[in-house]
């Protein structure tokens, strides 16, 4: 059964970076989809970046030239690089993964695998 647990949450003023991680463990073969989450209280979970298998990336439009999805597949590890960060980016952030092709791959109910979060607050 695969497992993510996340890390490198916390707290930053606005301008600010972080550089969250994911590391997977217990599965025999390669994830086809990882992605970035996010969810505000009281909003629905978000797309932030995608990356599949062969290392095609989609970002959200508000994520475009402020974040960096990356993946290193040696040590099981999904990443996200957080530059220029906002307050609105506040949230608590979450790893997923499909071990199946899916079409719209910021679309959070199509991921079937994810970890358990990590908080991301941004102040003004």
């Known amino acids: 059964q695969v497992q993510l647990q996340e890390s490198g949450g916390g707290s930053v003023q606005s301008g600010g970076s972080l550089r969250l991680s994911c590391v997977a463990s217990g599965y025999t073969r390669s994830n086809y989809c990882m992605g970035w989450f996010r969810q505000a209280p009281g909003k629905e979970r978000e797309g932030v970046a995608t990356?599949?298998?062969?290392?095609?990336?989609t970002y959200a439009d508000s994520e475009k030239g402020r974040f960096t999805i990356s993946q290193d597949n040696a040590k099981k590890t999904l990443y996200l690089q957080m530059t220029s960060l906002k307050p609105e980016d506040t949230a608590m952030y979450y790893c997923?993964?499909?071990?199946?092709?899916?079409?719209?791959?910021?679309?959070?109910?199509?991921?079937?695998?994810w970890g358990q979060g990590t908080q991301v607050t941004v102040s003004s």
């Open positions: 990356i599949d298998s062969d290392g095609r990336t």
């Open positions: 997923a993964a499909s071990t199946i092709m899916i079409i719209e791959p910021l679309s959070a109910p199509k991921y079937t695998i």
